[in-house]
C-alpha cells in the first residue's frame, strides 16, 4: 500500500492523515469554535437521520468536519478540542454491560488511522507473526502469539517513527501523503492490531498440506498450497459482510477477547489514568504493571520449559508408577485423564484453549461440567468396561489403530488415486480410536443437535425480531460514534465472496464452456483443477454450511467467548455423501468449517474496529490486504520448516515438533474420509452407539430450559448445553490436565476475584492475561533459537529425565496386548444381517430388482446391493442383459466385492457362515426352472440355519459345468470387456462359464483377445477354455487379436504352444503367420507388452509371470 490516501471527495475510507503539525496550525485557532458549534449540530442531525445520508456535497462536508485528519489544513487543529467536547458529551451515556465500560472508551478520538505508518509496521508485524506462528503451530503443546503482542511491539516502534521520521508531504497520481503524520495515535495502532488478528492465526489449510506431504505422501505443488491457503482464508469475508447487523451493531453483542486488546490499546495512551491504592498493584501504572507480569512470566518459563520440565505436567502418580498403565491412564498428563491436574506451566493452562482470564466464569463452568462428567466419569467408565474394545488402546491420544494396537498404516486400503480399496480393507483391519477421541465425535455430534435447540429456544425470537427491525435499533453509545464514517457497502462483501468463493476448472472443458472466463474464481478453481476428487455440488454445499451456522454460533461466541466448530458436522455429511475420498473430505470440512470461522473472526475484528472508532472502509482494506498478504508468508514458512527441521512431524521428535494438528486433522481424514462414518458409525458398527449423542444433544437444551422457567432464580439459568457438550473439544490432543488447570485459574480471576476485588479485575486483570502471553511467547522464542537451534540442550539430571520415563508420556499405557499375529475387534466391517432377514420374509412371487439393482451399482451402494443381489437370483451366471450384476463388473468393484465374501468364509466364524448361506441360497432363486425346485430345499434349510446344507450348496454350484445357452452376455463377458482380471478371476474360480456364447456368438476369449487384455487370455487359457471355437463370422480369437493389433496376445499365444490352433489356417488360405505379416503386426514378444500386466496379483498368481520367448515359426 505505502501511502496514506487523502482524496478531497467523499470516497475517502475513514478518518485520512492530514498533513504536519506546523502546516496545520495556521489558522486553526480562527475557525475552532465555528467549527466545534457545526459539527454539534452535524452531531444532533445524524442521530435524527439515523446515520443514513447519500453521497453528495453535504456528506462530504460532514466527513470533512467530523474527520480532523480530513484533507483540509485549516481544519487540523480541531483534534484536542473536538476530544474534549466528546468526553464532556457521553460522559454520562455508556454501554449497559459493565465488561464494556471497563474496557472500552465512550468517545471518540479523531486521530487519523490509514498512514503509511500504520501499514508498514502493521505488514512487517504480520510477516514475524504469521512466521511464528506458522512455525509453532507444528509443536505440541502448541505456542501462539496472539496480536496483543503485535500491538505491544508495534507502540515503540510507532513512537520512534514518529520521531525519526521526515513530516515532508508527498503527492503521487493525485494522492497526498507524508511518512510521518504527527504523533504515533491509538487508532493507527488499532489498524496494526487489526492486520495481526487476521493474519497470526494458522491457516486450517495447512493441515491439508502436513496431512498430504507428511502422511499420504501426496504433493500437488505449491500453487495449490497458494491457491487453497488464500481461498479458505478469503472466502468468509462475505459472510461477515452480511453478520454486521446481527453480530457487530448490537450493544449485547459483547464479544469478550476483544476487551481484552481494546484494555490493552487504552492503556498505552491513558495519560491521566485512575488509580486505587487499595488493591494491589492499584497504586502503579498499567504500563508498569504490564511490564513487570511480561518480564516475570518471561524469566520463570525457563523453569518449566528448559531446567525443570516435570513442573510442566506435575503428575507425580504416574512417577510413583511409571509401568502401570492404570494408573498412567487415570493420572497422567499427556495421554490419561489427569485426576490430579497439577501444572505450574502457563503453556498447559492456556495452550489448548486460550487465557481463562478472558472468558466469563460460567463459560468456564459449563465447560468443566462437560469435561467431569463425560471425559473423567463417562471415558473411565467405559474404558475401564472394556467398550470399543478399550483394554487394547491408549486412554486418550488423537491417533488411529488397527487390529493389533498398531498405528492403523492407511496405505493398505489406499487405491492409486488415494481412494478406498474395499477389498484391502476388508483383508486388513477395522479403523480403533483412543476412548477420549471417540468420545469426542459423540460429544460433537451433541454439540450439533444441541447448538440448534438451544438457539431457537434462547434467541429464536430476538435473531427474527432483529433480523425485521434492525433497521430501526435504537443504537448504543458505539454506534452512535460510528455513524460518522461511511460504511463499507455490502456489495464489496459479497463481490470478494463471488471472487474468491466461485467456479470453475480449467481441466474440465464441458463445464468451462458453460461459463465465462470472466467466471473464474479461487475457489472452485483450485477444487476441480486439481486432482482432489471434490465435485462442485461439494464446494457449493461446504460454503452453504458455513453460512447457515455462522450467526447461532457467531451468537454463542459473541457472548460467552467460546466458539463451537463445526469440522465434525461437514466429516458426518461429507463422510456420508462421498466416502472413501480422504482428500477430498479434508478440503470440503475446511470450506465448510474453516469459512464460517474466518467469517466470525472477520466479524470479532468489526467489533474491535466498531470499540475503537476506526472507519469501516478502512478496516475492509486493512483485512483483506493482511490476510492475502499472510497466505503468501505462511505457505513459504512451511514449506521451509518441513525441508529443514530434522525429524519434524515424528512421534518422538526432540524438539516436540510433531505436528498434533496436523495428526488430528490426518485421523480425521482417515476416520470420516477414507473409511467413511458408515463403516464406523452405521447400525451393526464399532462406534454406532455414538449416534446416540444426537438425541443426548436434543433433550438437554429443551430440559433445561423449561426447568429454568420453573426455577427462575437458580443455577440453571448459566447452563449452556452447548458449551457442555462443546466446550473441551481441543480433547485430543489436549488432556483434561489442560482443561482443570484453565478452569482453576479461571475461578480465582474470574469469579473470586472478580467478586471481591472488583476494582483490581476492572483495572488490571485483562492486562495481567495479555503480559502472561507475551512473557510466554517471548521465553519459547529465546529458548529455541539461543538453545535449541545451537544444539544446547537442558540439563540432564532427574526432573528433566522423570518426563519421558512414564508409560503416560510414551504413549504406551495400555492394559491388553495382541502376541503374534493374533487380532482383537471383529475382522471385517460385516454385512447388514437384518435387512436381508427381513427381505428373505417376503412372499413369493418376489419383484424383478434389476432396474434398482443396476443404479445400486452404478452408484457404489453396497449396501443397497447386498440386499437386492440376495433377494434377485443368480450372481454367477446370469444371462439377464439389463441387470445391475453386469454392471458391477464393470462400474463397481467395490460393490462387485460383497458377494465374493461370501464364498470366503471359514468355518470358524459362524455368523457369518449363517449370512452366506442365506445368501448364497437366495441366489440360486430364479435361475433357471432346472435348479427351481432344489433352491427351494436349500432355502429352507439355510433359514433353519443347516450348516450341512450350506455346503452342499456351495458343493453343488462348484460342480456344475454344463454350458447354458445364452442369448445375452453373463457378467464374465462383461468383466472380459472391461478387463477386470480381478473380477473375471472370481467369476472363474467358482465355476463360472467360459464358453457360454453372447449375442453375437463370441466366447470369453473372443473379447478379451479384441480388446487386447493379455492377463485375462492368460487365465482364460489357463483354466482351459476352448481355443479353437469360432464365433458367428467363422473367426477365431487369435484372428481376432491379429485383427485388432494387439501383438502382444497374438506372439504370447504363438511363444506359448506347439498346438495345431497357432498353426490353423483362416478362411483367407493364410496361415496366422502369413495373416499377421499381411496385416503387418509383428509377432516379436517385448518387453512392454508382456512386463506390465505381470505385475498385477490374482489367487492363480503367487508371483509374476515368467514368459519364456521362443523362436517364432516361420
Not at 502448541?142 to 517513527?161: C, E
Not at 495449490?224 to 459472510?239: A, D, E, P, R
Request: proline residues 5%; aromatic residues 12%.
Amino acid at each position: 500500500m505505502g501511502a496514506d490516501i487523502r482524496r478531497t471527495s467523499a470516497e475517502s475510507t475513514g478518518v485520512d492523515a492530514g498533513p504536519g503539525p506546523s502546516s496545520r496550525h495556521s489558522l486553526s485557532q480562527q475557525r475552532s469554535a465555528s467549527i466545534e458549534g457545526l459539527k454539534e449540530h452535524l452531531f444532533q442531525w445524524d442521530e435524527t437521520h439515523g446515520g443514513h445520508i447519500s453521497d453528495d456535497d453535504q456528506v462530504s462536508e460532514h466527513e470533512l468536519l467530523m474527520d480532523p485528519g480530513s484533507p483540509g489544513d485549516e481544519y487540523g487543529d480541531s483534534i484536542e478540542m473536538g476530544t474534549r467536547n466528546a468526553r464532556r458529551r457521553h460522559e454520562e451515556d455508556d454501554s449497559p454491560y459493565a465488561e464494556v465500560r471497563a474496557a472500552v472508551r465512550n468517545y471518540d478520538e479523531d486521530v487519523p488511522c490509514n498512514t503509511v505508518r500504520a501499514w508498514v509496521i502493521g505488514l512487517t508485524l504480520v510477516v514475524v507473526g504469521a512466521s511464528m506462528n506458522t512455525l509453532f503451530s507444528l509443536r505440541q503443546p502448541t505456542i501462539s502469539i496472539g496480536p496483543l503482542v503485535a500491538q505491544i511491539i508495534a507502540w515503540p516502534i510507532g513512537h520512534a517513527w514518529a520521531r525519526l521520521m521526515p513530516t515532508r508531504n508527498f503527492t503521487t497520481w493525485g494522492f497526498h501523503w507524508t511518512l510521518n503524520p504527527g504523533p504515533f495515535n491509538i487508532k493507527e495502532h488499532s489498524i496494526i492490531g487489526v492486520m495481526a488478528s487476521v493474519s497470526f492465526s494458522v491457516a486450517y489449510s495447512t493441515d491439508i498440506i502436513l496431512a498430504q506431504l507428511i502422511f499420504y505422501k501426496q504433493n500437488f505443488g505449491i500453487w495449490f498450497q497458494l491457491l487453497l491457503t488464500i481461498s479458505t482464508q478469503s472466502l468468509g469475508y462475505g459472510i461477515a459482510g452480511t453478520m454486521r447487523k446481527f453480530l457487530v451493531y448490537p450493544a449485547s453483542m459483547i464479544w469478550p477477547a476483544n476487551l481484552v486488546a481494546v484494555t490493552m490499546m487504552n492503556t498505552m495512551y491513558e495519560k491521566n489514568e485512575i488509580r486505587d491504592p487499595s488493591v494491589f498493584g492499584g497504586n502503579m501504572a498499567r504500563h508498569t504493571w504490564f511490564f513487570l507480569v511480561t518480564a516475570g512470566a518471561f524469566v520463570y518459563y525457563f523453569i518449566p520449559g528448559f531446567l525443570a520440565q516435570c513442573l510442566s505436567v506435575f503428575a507425580f502418580a504416574t512417577w510413583i508408577a511409571p509401568r502401570n498403565p492404570v494408573v498412567n491412564q487415570l493420572f497422567g498428563g499427556t495421554t490419561g485423564l489427569s485426576l490430579l491436574p497439577i501444572t505450574f506451566d502457563w503453556t498447559q493452562i492456556s495452550g489448548f484453549v486460550g487465557s481463562p482470564l478472558i472468558p466469563p466464569w460460567y463459560a468456564i463452568a459449563n465447560t468443566l461440567i462437560g469435561v467431569v462428567v463425560f471425559y473423567v466419569i463417562g471415558c473411565s467408565a467405559l474404558h475401564f468396561s472394556g467398550a470399543w474394545y478399550a483394554e487394547f488402546l491408549p486412554m486418550s491420544d488423537p491417533n488411529t489403530y488397527d487390529n493389533t494396537g498398531a498405528p492403523y498404516n492407511t496405505s493398505r486400503v489406499l487405491n492409486k488415486d488415494y481412494t478406498l480399496d474395499q477389498e484391502a480393507y476388508e483383508k486388513y483391519s477395522p479403523l480403533f480410536l483412543s476412548t477420549t477421541f471417540a468420545m469426542s465425535y459423540g460429544l460433537s455430534f451433541a454439540t450439533i443437535s444441541s447448538l440448534i435447540v438451544y438457539t431457537y429456544l434462547h434467541n429464536g425470537k430476538q435473531i427474527w425480531k432483529q433480523y425485521q427491525n434492525s433497521a430501526n435499533e435504537k443504537p448504543d453509545i458505539h454506534m452512535k460514534l460510528m455513524k460518522k464514517y461511511k460504511e463499507a457497502p455490502d456489495w464489496w462483501y459479497m463481490g470478494l465472496f463471488v471472487v474468491v468463493g466461485h467456479l470453475t476448472s480449467c481441466k474440465h472443458k464441458g463445464f468451462l464452456s458453460k461459463l465465462r472466463v470472466q467466471m473464474l474464481a479461487m475457489g472452485l478453481f483450485t477444487v476441480l483443477a486439481y486432482p482432489t476428487k471434490l465435485t462442485w455440488w461439494g464446494f457449493l454445499l461446504a460454503v452453504a454450511i458455513s453460512f447457515g451456522f455462522s450467526l447461532p454460533i457467531g451468537i454463542i461466541e459473541a457472548v460467552t467467548n467460546n466458539r463451537i466448530g463445526l469440522n465434525v458436522l461437514t466429516e458426518f455429511v461429507f463422510g456420508y455423501i462421498q466416502p472413501g475420498r480422504p482428500l477430498a473430505l479434508m478440503i470440503f470440512k475446511t470450506f465448510g468449517y474453516i469459512t464460517m470461522s474466518q467469517a466470525l473472526s472477520f466479524v470479532s475484528d468489526l467489533k474491535f474496529g466498531h470499540y475503537m472508532k476506526i472507519p469501516p472502509r478502512t478496516m475492509f482494506l486493512a483485512q483483506v490486504v493482511a490476510t492475502t498478504f499472510s497466505c503468501f508468508i505462511q505457505i513459504i514458512v512451511l514449506n521451509l520448516a518441513l525441508t529443514n527441521i530434522p525429524d519434524v512431524c515424528e512421534q518422538h521428535q526432540r524438539d516436540h515438533f510433531t505436528c498434533p494438528g496436523g495428526r488430528v486433522f490426518y485421523a480425521a481424514s482417515v476416520i470420516w474420509g477414507l473409511i467413511g462414518p458408515d463403516r464406523m458409525f452405521s447400525p451393526g458398527r464399532i462406534y454406532s452407539a455414538l449416534f446416540l449423542f444426537f438425541i443426548l444433544g436434543t433433550i438437554v437444551p429443551i430440559v433445561v430450559y423449561f426447568s429454568n422457567k420453573r426455577y427462575p432464580k437458580s443455577a440453571l439459568q448459566y447452563i449452556m448445553a452447548p458449551l457442555i457438550f462443546g466446550g473441551a473439544g481441543s480433547i485430543p490432543p489436549a488432556t483434561p490436565l489442560n482443561y482443570f488447570s484453565w478452569g482453576i485459574v479461571g475461578f480465582i480471576f474470574q469469579y473470586w476475584i472478580k467478586k471481591r476485588y472488583f476494582g483490581w479485575w476492572g483495572r488490571l486483570n485483562f492486562l495481567t492475561s495479555c503480559g502472561l502471553d507475551l512473557g510466554l511467547a517471548l521465553g519459547t522464542l529465546f529458548i529455541f533459537f539461543a538453545f535449541r537451534m545451537h544444539g544446547i540442550e537442558p540439563p540432564k539430571w532427574w526432573g528433566n529425565e522423570i518426563v519421558d520415563s512414564t508409560m503416560d508420556a510414551q504413549g504406551t499405557a495400555v492394559q491388553g496386548h495382541v502376541a503374534g499375529e493374533q487380532i482383537f475387534g471383529p475382522k471385517t466391517t460385516g454385512i447388514h444381517f437384518a435387512a436381508v432377514q427381513v427381505l428373505m420374509k417376503t412372499e413369493e412371487p418376489k419383484p424383478d430388482h434389476g432396474a434398482m439393482l443396476r443404479l445400486a451399482f452404478s452408484r457404489r451402494n453396497h449396501v443397497a446391493a447386498e440386499v437386492l443381489i440376495a433377494d434377485q437370483g443368480d450372481i454367477i451366471n446370469s444371462q439377464d442383459a439389463d441387470t445391475g450384476r453386469h454392471t458391477s463388473t464393470s462400474q463397481s468393484k467395490k460393490a462387485q466385492g460383497w458377494w465374493n465374501y461370501c464364498y470366503r468364509v471359514t468355518p470358524t466364524r459362524m455368523s457369518e457362515i449363517k449370512m452366506a448361506r442365506l445368501l448364497c441360497i437366495q441366489s440360486s432363486k430364479k435361475a433357471s426352472a432346472m435348479r427351481r425346485q432344489l433352491s427351494t430345499c436349500f432355502s429352507g434349510a439355510g433359514q433353519s440355519s443347516r450348516e450341512r446344507t450350506d455346503k452342499d450348496r456351495i458343493s453343488y454350484m462348484r460342480q456344475r459345468k454344463t454350458p447354458v445357452p445364452a442369448s445375452s452376455q453373463t457378467p464374465l463377458h462383461v468383466a472380459a470387456a472391461n478387463g477386470n482380471t480381478r473380477v473375471a478371476e472370481e467369476l472363474v474360480h467358482y465355476e463360472a462359464d467360459m464358453d457360454a456364447l453372447n449375442i453375437d456368438g463370441e466366447t470369453v476369449l473372443h473379447i478379451a483377445s479384441k480388446k487386447g487384455h493379455l492377463m485375462l487370455v492368460y487365465l482364460l487359457i489357463e483354466y482351459a477354455a476352448n481355443t479353437l471355437v469360432e464365433n458367428a463370422a467363422l473367426i477365431t480369437f487369435l484372428r481376432l487379436a491379429l485383427e485388432a493389433g494387439h501383438q502382444g496376445i497374438a506372439a504370447w499365444m504363438v511363444n506359448r504352444s506347439t498346438g495345431s490352433d497357432m498353426l490353423l489356417v483362416f478362411d483367407t488360405h493364410e496361415t496366422c503367420f502369413a495373416y499377421a505379416q499381411r496385416l503387418n503386426v509383428s509377432l516379436d514378444v517385448t518387453r512392454s507388452s508382456l512386463s506390465a500386466p505381470t505385475s498385477k496379483c490374482c489367487r492363480w498368481q503367487k508371483k509374476p509371470l515368467k514368459l519364456q520367448r521362443r523362436p517364432v515359426p516361420t
